[in-house]
């Protein structure tokens, strides 16, 4: 279990307070999907999604680079 998981609505860290998913969390996630990648961009696609309706101000390329565009 992580301490760095995402503060809602503001899509912070609740382990650090920087935007989530933290650098700590990209991680984390890279080692835990580690041998599942589609499975990984499924999950983090979905919190795009998430994260868009609770941040409707947010311009959408960024939220596409912070929640897909760091994945391998």
């Known amino acids: 279990m992580t ?3 995402p503060v809602l609505p503001v899509w912070t860290c609740a382990g650090c307070g920087s ?6 969390r990209r991680r984390e996630l ?3 999907y580690d041998r599942a990648p589609v499975s990984l ?7 795009l ?5 609770d ?3 947010a ?3 960024a939220l596409h680079r912070r ?3 760091w994945l391998p």
């Open 41 to 47: 961009s499924i999950y983090m696609a979905s919190h």
């Open 67 to 69: 929640f897909l565009g």
């Open 55 to 57: 941040m409707g101000w």
């Open 3 to 5: 301490d760095h998981g």
């Open 19 to 24: 935007p989530w998913p933290c650098p700590t």
């Open 49 to 53: 999604v998430s994260a868009a309706q």
């Open 59 to 61: 311009p959408a390329g």
């Open 30 to 32: 890279l080692a835990e």
